[in-house]
């Protein structure tokens, strides 16, 4: 293929990843972990599926970056996941430290690529991807507003007992207990939910929404969510690539927009070529401007604590 992502990362997230950008046949994928031979395996066993599923992206494994060179897109997913109890923040220094080294590394080799963090806690890996890189603020972004989108859409669709394709969510500010649903701009075939169901249900699904990666980690025990935040890298990775400039909530480095200067929050975009090309401000109310800011004060002190 003429396009390439490494993914950092060769853990639940990362493959799956690879395995979501292959089938869609985005590009070649790279996988890098630092355990010596899982990249490897996972790749030609990614590979060895492509007769199958009828792809021809190319898959590499490796433990240093150098097949890594050249890089469109590099998705980083290396750190620890959360173990039941854990808050996504209490993995701030050891991923901090791992994301660091990682973007040093990728970012030499691939000096043009667009980086997507994945790695918790999310807003404030982005920061430290975005000033290890030093690349421009439009080339580092992080996913988790379309995975929360996700989350709060399959859940108004098993309320409604309607197709998730009519659904349609919007989840502002940080990946954490903080995040801001929005159910006035919250969809079925274009009607608002506040429409469609009683304040009191409305509540019940964000609630679910905002606990809705520990509600995963909660059942699997040792590990969080991956299919879903597969597919959400993905999506972001295809608009990116075919430069479809989709609007998607994600989170971007902020200098004044929402009144917020100087963090990553989740804000909705458009991703396309050239990575973050727009980032869109809509009108909140009172409360929801509240909650936005709320929750931008929560991932500056996770800022503020990196070591
Ligand atoms: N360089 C490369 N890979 C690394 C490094 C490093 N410095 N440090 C750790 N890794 C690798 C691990 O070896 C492991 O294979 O990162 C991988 C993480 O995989 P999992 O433990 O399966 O974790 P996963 O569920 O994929 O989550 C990864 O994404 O959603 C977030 O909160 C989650 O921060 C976590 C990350």
Not at 163 to 174: D, W, Y
Request: charged share 25%; with cysteine.
């Amino acid at each position: 293929m003429d396009k390439k992502i490494t993914v950092v990362g060769a853990g639940n997230v990362g493959a799956t990843t690879a395995q979501r950008l292959a089938e869609k046949e985005l590009a070649d994928v790279v996988l890098v972990d630092i355990i010596e031979g899982l990249p490897q395996g996972k790749a030609l066993d990614l590979a060895e599926a492509a007769p199958i599923e009828k792809h021809d992206a190319h898959l590499a494994g490796s433990n240093t970056y150098e097949v890594s060179e050249g890089s469109d897109i590099v998705i980083i997913t290396a750190g620890v996941p959360r173990k039941p109890g854990m808050s996504r923040d209490d993995l701030l220094n050891t991923n901090a430290g791992i994301v660091k080294s990682v973007t040093e590394e990728a970012a030499r080799y691939s000096p043009e690529a667009i980086i997507i963090v994945v790695s918790n806690p999310l807003d404030a890996m982005c920061h430290v991807a975005l000033k290890t890189s030093g690349f421009p603020k439009n080339r580092v972004m992080g996913m988790a507003g379309i995975l929360d989108s996700a989350r709060f859409r399959t859940f108004i669709s098993m309320e409604l007992n309607v197709s998730v394709e009519n659904t349609h969510a919007f989840v502002l500010g940080g990946h954490g207990d903080t995040m801001v649903p929005l159910p006035r701009y919250s969809t079925v075939a274009g009607i608002p939910i506040t429409e469609l169901l009683p304040p009191d249900r409305i509540e019940a699904i964000v609630e679910r929404t905002r606990n809705g990666g520990a509600e995963i980690v909660g059942l699997l025990k040792t590990g969080s969510a991956y299919y879903a935040p597969a597919s959400a890298v993905a999506e972001m990775a295809e608009s990116i690539l075919k430069d479809k400039k989709k609007i998607l909530p994600c989170a971007a480095y902020l200098q004044g927009e929402y009144g917020i200067n100087d963090l990553f929050i989740g804000v909705p975009v458009k991703l396309g070529a050239n990575g973050i090309e727009e980032i869109i401000e809509i009108k909140l109310t009172p409360e929801e401007e509240a909650a936005l800011k709320k929750s931008a004060a929560a991932v500056q002190s996770l800022v503020d604590a990196l070591k």
